[in-house]
Structures are given as structure tokens and as C-alpha cells.
């Protein structure tokens, strides 16, 4: 329970930071999802209101020698089908069957471990673990896992619920007489425009005495181990994006992302700007990523946080270099530290070129 709370406590992915947004023209801030947790299952949309829903382990129980994840995923919209998929270390080819309450209500050929049950026998699968008390998925005469089912009728609930699905025909749970066209569209995902990175040599390094200002400007000297260095990387013609690292722990490794503008010796700071604020920080002042990846083919920013080593909880970000500030393109998120390694994607944008 301590590393649940600790995590809620370091990871505030919904929380915004005024002093980084405002370096920025204004643009209206992305709002990832919220998850909400029913006993033994939790759920997550993202802005185009695509739904999934993940079992946890139950609380208190035994870890399995190979754990089984199982979710159930929809995309918004009236003619959007379900989705239920498995994963767990496997390998080859299996034919696995689903059975609720002792009777097999799917059938799906796994591949290393993953498969997926489409269309109406998926549809017909979530109602009964909606419905239903136990499960086994079983490759052949071999349990798989009897995950819980325990919360997956209030979280398939939610789901059609926030699809706006409630009270027609096509809800999963909140079933009703209305028809198929009773359901909205899904809504449009941004657009964001990605500024192409130019190629060329690399930006020139960092002087001493620049090195000594950026450590000051961004508060890092306490935090940047004799062995670290910050990365420089050309972010275009005039500006390089300098990753400053600002703490490490057994898992998790921060960088403080800079903006350096002008000649090599002569170069001035400033906070590189989020339309959203990175999931991670350490206070209002400065944006935090944790165990950044940029990929300047893509000029894409990406922070992996987990809330703890095994990597069962946690959230990520990923961010597109529009020419002027870096715009969320993708979060996703797991809040409960309870055997599930797939996050649940909370925010989706489109990038164009």
C-alpha cells in the first residue's frame, strides 16, 4: 500500500503546471482520461472515448508462477465491435477457450502468449464475464489463469456509460430498446503538425561555464551524478534541445528538458514548453521527463515513469516538436500497482508532417 500511495503521490498525471504552460502561446491544454477502479478491475478512456478495461490481481491473493492479463477494449461510435484480449509469457501456438461459471463461452488461437476475440463472440464473452462469478481461460487441458471478475460489470458499466451506449442495443451492461443510431459518433482526435528536425552535424558541446549556468538555471546540481552529462540534440536551425538529468533511483531516471538558443559559449536557457504538463514534476517551476527517449526522425519526446521496479503501474507521455512547444500525442496510464503491465491509453492526437 505504500508504494500505491508514494506513486499517487509522485506521478499527478492529470495535474498541470502554470509556470511551464505560460511559456507558450495559449493553446488549449489536452486533458488526459482519469482511470476509475471497481474492485477487482479498472478502467480508462482516452478523448476519442476508445474504453479499456484491465482485471487486476485481487488484492491479498498469491502471485501466479506466469501471470495472465485480460482486457476488454472498445472504440466509440455505434458500429465500434469489442475487443477482449489476453497476454502472457508463452510461446508457440495454442487454441485457447474462455469459460465463465464452467462453460466455455469463446475460443481464440493465441500466438507467444497473446490473443485477441473479436466481433459478436467477444461481444457475447464480455456480457458473460460481466455477468458471471469465476473464469479459466485454458490452452487445451492447462489453466492459463482464472482471472478475478470481480468489478467487471460496474466497469463495463462505465464504459458503455461513457460511450453514450447506455439504454441502446449495442451497450454491453446498460442494456435498452433504443437503436444503433442513439449512439454519437466518436469524437475527432486533434491534429498536430510535426515540425521536421533538420539534419547535419551535431550541436556543438556544452562550455564549462555554460554547463555551470544550466545546472543553476534548471536546479539540477545536487541531482546530476559525476558520470552524467546533459544530451544536446539539434531541435532546428537556431535552437537545440538539451536533456538535463536531475536525479536517478534503482528504476526511474529524470531529465529536465532545455531549450539553447545562439552561439556555442554565448548560449541562453529556457524551459522547453508543454501544451500539457509532463505527467512527472517536482514542483511548478520546470517540466520533468523520466527515462526519456527523443527520436528526432519523429521529433518525438517520450517519458516512461513506473510507480514501481516491476513496472505494474506507472504512466508515459509522448510528445510531438510542433516549432513552438511540445504537444501531447499519446498517455496512457495504470494507477493500481496490481500485476498489470498494459497501461491504459487516456489521450490520442493525430500527427501530420
Request: overall charge positive.
Amino acid at each position: 500500500m505504500g508504494e500505491k500511495t508514494l506513486f499517487a503521490i509522485a506521478l499527478p498525471i492529470m495535474l498541470g503546471s502554470a509556470t511551464v504552460l505560460a511559456q507558450a502561446p495559449t493553446v488549449q491544454a489536452p486533458k488526459p482520461g482519469a482511470l476509475e477502479t471497481y474492485k477487482d478491475w479498472t478502467i480508462g478512456c482516452d478523448n476519442r472515448n476508445r474504453c479499456e478495461a484491465v482485471a487486476l490481481m485481487p488484492e491479498g491473493a498469491d502471485w501466479p508462477e506466469v501471470p495472465l492479463m485480460i482486457g476488454v477494449a472498445r472504440e466509440a461510435g455505434p458500429d465500434a465491435a469489442t475487443e477482449v484480449w489476453i497476454s502472457r509469457e508463452s510461446k508457440g501456438v495454442a487454441n485457447v477457450s474462455f469459460l465463465v461459471d464452467g462453460r466455455t463461452v469463446a475460443t481464440a488461437r493465441a500466438r507467444d502468449g497473446e490473443a485477441k476475440v473479436r466481433g459478436p463472440q467477444a461481444s457475447a464473452l464480455a456480457i458473460a464475464m460481466a455477468r458471471g462469478t469465476t473464469m479459466d481461460v485454458r490452452a487445451g487441458n492447462r489453466s492459463w489463469g482464472t482471472p478475478s471478475l470481480a468489478g467487471s460489470g460496474a466497469a463495463l458499466r462505465y464504459m458503455d456509460a461513457r460511450q453514450g451506449r447506455a439504454g441502446t442495443m449495442t451497450a454491453l451492461v446498460a442494456t435498452g430498446p433504443m437503436g444503433v443510431m442513439a449512439v454519437k459518433p466518436a469524437p475527432t482526435p486533434p491534429v498536430i503538425r510535426r515540425a521536421p528536425v533538420p539534419s547535419g552535424t551535431a550541436p556543438a558541446p556544452l562550455w564549462r561555464e555554460e554547463l555551470a549556468k544550466l545546472v543553476a538555471f534548471t536546479g539540477c546540481a545536487g541531482e546530476m551524478r559525476s558520470d552524467q552529462t546533459p544530451e544536446l540534440h539539434r531541435l532546428s536551425k537556431t535552437e537545440t534541445l538539451i536533456l538535463v538529468p536531475c536525479g536517478s533511483g534503482a528504476y526511474n531516471f529524470t531529465s529536465v528538458p532545455v531549450i539553447a538558443t545562439g552561439i556555442a559559449g554565448r548560449r541562453t536557457f529556457r524551459f522547453a514548453p508543454f501544451d500539457a504538463a509532463p505527467g512527472w514534476l517536482s514542483d511548478d517551476k520546470h517540466p520533468t521527463l523520466v527515462n526519456v527517449g527523443w527520436t528526432p526522425e519523429k521529433s518525438r519526446l517520450d517519458s516512461f515513469a513506473k510507480g514501481r521496479g516491476i513496472g505494474d503501474c506507472g504512466g508515459s507521455e509522448a510528445y510531438v516538436w510542433d516549432g513552438t512547444r511540445f504537444r501531447l500525442v499519446e498517455a496512457t496510464s495504470m494507477g493500481e500497482c496490481r500485476g498489470v503491465w498494459h497501461w491504459i491509453p487516456t489521450w490520442t492526437a493525430q500527427v501530420a508532417d
